[in-house]
């Protein structure tokens, strides 16, 4: 029996950031079957070197710690209440010798922030929501094993997500205010994590159970260019200010099933820097 023990390790880059999942740090070692690629011996042949996989990537962010990137009342920028991102994409990876996987997502995000005024630096203190547009996304990013011993693989990931949705409406308990020109915001993230992965098959040895846990080192910039509009029941102008994330760590539990070494479904939650959901299929070919 073949157990698998893998860390993540999150470093961080330069740019602008959301959050992301980890995913499971075996995760590049676990699929070494295939319909086309089977268990070849990846350093025999050149095509049997690489494979392919296509797959599901469903990520829901139910609240993102954010606070707004300029001065706030404190001098440091006002916390967000409550932030929620979900995405919904198709998942393409290439790997490597079963060893090192690089990845990208093709879909669709969505963005909804609800809370108080004076969190934008505004002279209220009424509940208001900002509403996007459901819009094209896109992320790069990629998985490592760097050892195994026994048990026990090494491994590292990172990755980054961008989107451009539209700010379609603004909220409050006076009515709403609907936008539809000049209101593109832009919503880009970086991330690397550390994780720690342990495989182990149940009753069957073409099934198997990969839980796993992870830390991860992220940053998060939302640019609105500064939208301004004067809210329903008020006479003073609302300016949306661009944020970044209130907490840079956080992290993650979660559990792949695999079988045949071909097909697998990996959940996480993620906590901390936020709550969040993932969930995850693929298949090798």
């Known amino acids: 029996m073949k157990k698998r023990l893998s860390i993540v390790l999150a470093v961080l880059t330069t740019g602008n950031a959301f959050a992301l999942p980890i995913g499971n740090p075996a995760e590049a070692s676990i699929y070494k079957n295939g319909i086309y690629w089977g268990y070849n011996d990846p350093c025999a042949d050149l095509c049997d070197s690489f494979s392919f996989r296509l797959g599901f990537y469903g990520d829901y962010v139910f609240n993102r710690n954010l606070q707004i990137s300029g001065a706030g009342i404190r001098g440091n920028g006002d916390a967000i209440r409550n932030t929620e991102i979900f995405t919904n994409a198709s998942y393409m990876a290439v790997n490597f010798c079963d060893r090192v996987d690089l990845f990208g997502t093709l879909g669709a995000s969505q963005l909804e922030i609800?809370?108080?005024?004076?969190?934008?630096?505004?002279?209220?203190?009424?509940?208001?929501?900002?509403?996007?547009?459901?819009?094209?996304?896109?992320?790069?990013?990629?998985?490592?094993s760097l050892y195994e011993w026994g048990c026990f693989t090494l491994g590292i990931e990172g990755q980054y997500f961008q989107f451009k949705p539209d700010l379609t409406h603004y909220i409050n308990c006076d009515g709403s205010n609907e936008f539809t020109v000049n209101n593109q915001l832009k919503y880009d993230e970086w991330q690397v994590g550390l994780g720690l992965a342990y495989e182990y098959y149940v009753c069957d040895p073409k099934f198997s159970m990969i839980p796993y846990v992870g830390v991860k080192w992220s940053g998060c910039h939302l640019n609105t260019d500064n939208f301004r509009f004067t809210p329903t029941g008020?006479?003073?102008?609302?300016?949306?200010?661009?944020?970044?994330?209130?907490?840079?760590?956080?992290?993650?539990?979660?559990?792949?099933?695999?079988m045949c070494d071909l097909i697998g479904v990996t959940a996480e939650g993620r906590f901390a820097d936020e709550k969040a959901f993932h969930i995850r299929g693929q298949m090798r070919f």
């Not at 609302?238 to 559990?255: R, V, Y």
Request: charged share 15%.
């Open 114 to 144: 609800n809370t108080n005024e004076i969190s934008w630096v505004f002279n209220g203190h009424r509940e208001g929501t900002l509403l996007t547009d459901t819009t094209f996304s896109w992320s790069i990013g990629g998985h490592a």
């Open 234 to 258: 008020s006479m003073e102008e609302f300016c949306i200010s661009g944020l970044k994330n209130n907490k840079h760590w956080g992290w993650a539990l979660g559990l792949t099933f695999s």
